[in-house]
């Protein structure tokens, strides 16, 4: 009992830790996009930044703060995590990444429509998907899916390699600080000011997946998943499958080549 109890735990965290992220992320995206008040990339990434920051100090020393499941992955697979964990873990965050996402829609509900209406936006159309940018990834103008593909995996086998570094037990700062959860969080911050503008990075199957998922319910149906009427291969398969491999396959790296 005492055991399911600290599962629920620490699944609830994982919950709320991803959902943050997603939330403090997506709202300056909304924010930006639907009024005159517009945030700056710099802005944005710090709010992507802040969210990391918040979330991982907040959620470290309950569930280990994965936040992604990509993380959590790759933790089971290396021998770091226990099996019994990793499907209750991802289904939390993806639930949070999809309920904070609900939370922001309801918060900016009369923005949305207000914006749909001003610009003749039909849900689930091709046009629509400027506006369904602001919660998920589309193909950008002339894209090419294995430069996204190849782009999104590279990030995250850099992403995991410094992450790793930073929490290495015998770092000159322990693992649960202070300086660590900030420094994650900077390394977010530069990451998303750096490609965030000019391509689709996400680092998280849970951060586009969540917010993907509640958009085709809202009225864009499988364009949601497509990003294009054209698109022979869904383009959600790139930000929920190259993270996964990219911070495995980087994780990997820093085990036997890095690691101390």
């Known amino acids: 009992m005492f055991l399911k109890k ?7 965290i994982e919950f709320l830790g ?13 924010i930006s996009k639907l009024t005159n ?3 700056n990339n710099y802005e944005i990434s710090f709010f992507w930044g802040l969210g990391v920051f918040i979330s991982v100090y907040f959620s470290f020393s309950i569930s280990g703060a994965h936040l992604n ?4 992955i790759f933790l089971w697979l290396s021998y770091r995590f226990n099996q019994k964990k990793v499907i209750p ?3 939390s965050q993806i639930a949070g990444a999809f309920f904070f996402t609900v939370l922001m829609y309801l918060i900016c509900y009369n923005l949305f429509n207000s914006f749909k209406s001003q610009y003749n936006i039909v849900p689930g159309t091709q046009k629509s998907l400027e506006l369904a940018s602001v919660f998920c990834a589309f193909p950008k103008e002339n894209c090419n899916l294995i430069h996204d593909f190849t782009l999104e995996m590279s990030v995250g086998m850099i992403f995991i390699i410094i992450l790793m570094k930073i929490n290495e037990k015998n770092n000159l700062f322990p693992s649960c600080s202070f300086i660590n959860p900030f420094l994650i969080g900077m390394l977010i911050t530069i990451i998303n000011l750096l490609l965030g503008s000019y391509n689709n990075i996400t680092l998280n199957p849970a951060r586009d997946l969540g917010p993907r998922i509640f ?8 364009l949601a998943f ?10 959600f398969l790139i930000p929920t499958i190259a993270p996964i491999l990219g911070i495995n396959l980087g994780g990997w790296i820093y085990t036997i080549y890095i690691k101390k």
Do not use: E, R, V
């Open 6 to 12: 600290k599962i629920l735990k620490q699944c609830f």
């Open 18 to 30: 991803t959902g943050l992220i997603i939330f403090l992320g997506i709202t300056s995206f909304a």
């Open 37 to 39: 008040f517009h945030f």
């Open 69 to 72: 499941p990509a993380i959590t």
């Open 89 to 91: 873990y991802i289904i």
């Open 215 to 222: 958009l085709s319910l809202i009225g864009w149906g499988k």
């Open 226 to 235: 497509t990003g294009s009427d054209n698109m022979i291969f869904p383009y």
